[in-house]
């Protein structure tokens, strides 16, 4: 059993769109990769070997600004307009890349670094010595630049916690984590389970948090979402920390492992109570009255879980969907939803079979999600080289 806290220094409201101490900060370099770094105030923030940087600087700045780093400072950059490339009559039909089409080599590029020359000035510098490059289309010529900029400037631009934003990021670094739960994905799921403010939901949740993290977020601080977890200590949502979440949005969740949920189990807690009735030290008392909340929190949980009447049931789970609504299904209202999503389609194809036959159930319905990336640039509008290939089955039913 468990809930998320947060300090008392964090309670009062936060923008969403300012980056603020203690936050987990999205950072989009020139390349394309996207890494993630912790704000805290009066520390240096690590972009591995793209440098460092004080985190005083982005602390208070708003997300989506780009800077350069310069000297361990933060230089803002001006957002860039895309422009249109010309197309030419020139093709890569003559350009011969072999050895010395760039005489500039790696030693004089490192000596032009540490002699302080801008990036700039050094791909400037690559561009004049290219022996092929004015053979090159105005195409290559733009990616060259890109590449070489993407190589040599420092530059990053943060991006704002968003589900989406997120929810990218974790894909992009372990989809498996994520058990094949991509954003569109995700989002079905939350529509089909009729995810709101003010509802009442259950969730089993072993994709990082991700699942956890969406129901927060259209919840928006009202109602109630309890999950059921098999781990004894608070379950590991690294996705719900990434989302910067307000101490508001997360103190509805409430968290029970799978043998507490049990109405029949008895759990085993220490004492809250000194043996003799009397407290020797404020040591013992503030450990006393931790335990006596503990106990209190996990006792009204299972109360809440027990008492039933709950809206929906959501599962992205490494185990049987089948054993995991046999166990939660009796704490739903008439009429809810149960919502299963898996990376495997025999897993919700099986399940929908047997869902079939159980009077208990409604229209079982499979659904796999399909979506094309688009790279989308003036001239260069097309579907994206590579793509992944599903995000999942998803199973949607309602409870008679």
Same mark, same amino acid.
């Given at each position: 059993?468990?809930?998320?806290?947060?300090?008392?220094?964090? #309670?009062?409201?936060?923008?969403?769109?300012?980056?603020?101490s203690g936050d987990q900060v999205l950072v989009r370099l020139l390349?394309?990769?996207?890494?993630?770094?912790?704000?805290?105030?009066?520390?240096?923030?690590?972009?591995?070997?793209?440098?460092?940087?004080?985190?005083?600087?982005?602390?208070?700045?708003?997300?989506?600004?780009?800077?350069?780093?310069?000297?361990?400072?933060?230089?803002?950059?001006?957002?860039?307009?895309?422009?249109?490339?010309?197309?030419?009559?020139?093709?890569?039909?003559?350009?011969?890349?072999?050895?010395?089409? #760039?005489?500039?080599?790696?030693?004089?590029?490192?000596?032009?670094?540490?002699?302080?020359?801008?990036?700039?000035?050094?791909?400037?510098?690559?561009?004049?010595?290219?022996?092929?490059?004015?053979?090159?289309?105005?195409?290559?010529?733009?990616?060259?630049?890109?590449?070489?900029?993407?190589?040599?400037?420092?530059?990053?631009?943060?991006?704002?916690?968003?589900?989406?934003?997120?929810?990218?990021?974790?894909?992009?670094?372990?989809?498996?984590?994520?058990?094949?739960?991509?954003?569109?994905?995700?989002?079905?799921?939350?529509?089909?389970?009729?995810?709101?403010?003010?509802?009442?939901?259950?969730?089993?949740?072993?994709?990082?948090?991700?699942?956890?993290?969406?129901?927060?977020?259209?919840?928006?601080?009202?109602?109630?979402?309890?999950?059921?977890?098999?781990?004894?200590?608070?379950p590991a949502y690294p996705v719900l920390g990434q989302m910067n979440?307000?101490?508001?949005?997360?103190?509805?969740?409430?968290?029970?492992?799978?043998?507490?949920?049990?109405?029949?189990?008895?759990?085993?807690?220490?004492?809250?109570?000194?043996?003799?009735?009397?407290?020797?030290?404020?040591? #013992?008392?503030?450990?006393?009255?931790?335990?006596?909340?503990?106990?209190?929190?996990?006792?009204?949980?299972?109360?809440?879980?027990?008492?039933?009447?709950?809206?929906?049931?959501?599962?992205?789970?490494?185990?049987?969907?089948?054993?995991?609504?046999?166990?939660?299904?009796?704490?739903?209202?008439?009429?809810?939803?149960?919502?299963?999503?898996?990376?495997?389609?025999?897993?919700?194809?099986?399940?929908?079979?047997?869902?079939?036959?159980?009077?208990?159930?409604?229209?079982?319905?499979?659904?796999?999600?399909?979506?094309?990336?688009?790279?989308?640039?003036?001239?260069?509008?097309?579907?994206?080289?590579?793509?992944?290939?599903?995000?999942?089955?998803?199973?949607?039913?309602?409870?008679m």
């Open positions: 059993m468990s809930t998320f806290k947060i300090s008392k220094t964090e #309670q009062k409201s936060r923008d969403p769109g300012i980056v603020h390349n394309g990769d996207v890494k993630s770094v912790k704000v805290e105030k009066n520390s240096s923030v690590i972009i591995g070997k793209f440098g460092t940087f004080l985190a005083n600087e982005l602390i208070g700045q708003p997300y989506g600004l780009t800077y350069e780093i310069v000297d361990k400072k933060l230089r803002y950059q001006a957002p860039r307009s895309l422009e249109e490339v010309e197309d030419t009559e020139a093709t890569n039909e003559y350009i011969n890349d072999g050895e010395f089409v #760039q005489p500039l080599t790696v030693d004089e590029i490192q000596a032009l670094k540490r002699a302080g020359v801008h990036a700039s000035d050094i791909i400037k510098k690559q561009i004049e010595q290219h022996a092929n490059y004015s053979l090159k289309t105005e195409y290559s010529k733009d990616k060259y630049k890109k590449r070489k900029e993407a190589k040599y400037h420092k530059i990053f631009t943060t991006i704002e916690p968003t589900l989406f934003n997120v929810a990218e990021y974790w894909w992009l670094k372990d989809q498996n984590r994520l058990r094949d739960l991509r954003i569109d994905s995700l989002s079905q799921v939350l529509n089909m389970a009729n995810i709101r403010p003010g509802g009442r939901y259950l969730a089993v949740d072993d994709a990082s948090g991700l699942l956890v993290a969406g129901i927060l977020e259209r919840m928006g601080g009202q109602g109630k979402l309890i999950t059921i977890c098999h781990t004894d200590s608070p979440f307000d101490p508001s949005v997360t103190d509805v969740l409430k968290s029970l492992n799978w043998a507490t949920a049990e109405e029949d189990y008895v759990p085993i807690l220490p004492p809250s109570e000194a043996p003799d009735g009397e407290v020797k030290s404020e040591r #013992q008392k503030h450990r006393l009255n931790k335990r006596k909340a503990i106990s209190d929190l996990l006792s009204n949980t299972r109360e809440e879980l027990f008492s039933g009447e709950f809206d929906s049931l959501v599962i992205a789970s490494e185990y049987d969907p089948l054993s995991i609504m046999e166990r939660l299904t009796p704490y739903l209202a008439g009429s809810s939803s149960i919502v299963v999503h898996s990376p495997f389609s025999q897993v919700i194809v099986e399940l929908q079979a047997k869902l079939r036959s159980i009077p208990g159930y409604l229209s079982p319905t499979v659904t796999e999600a399909w979506l094309r990336r688009y790279q989308v640039l003036p001239g260069r509008t097309h579907p994206m080289m590579a793509m992944s290939g599903s995000g999942g089955f998803i199973l949607q039913t309602i409870k």
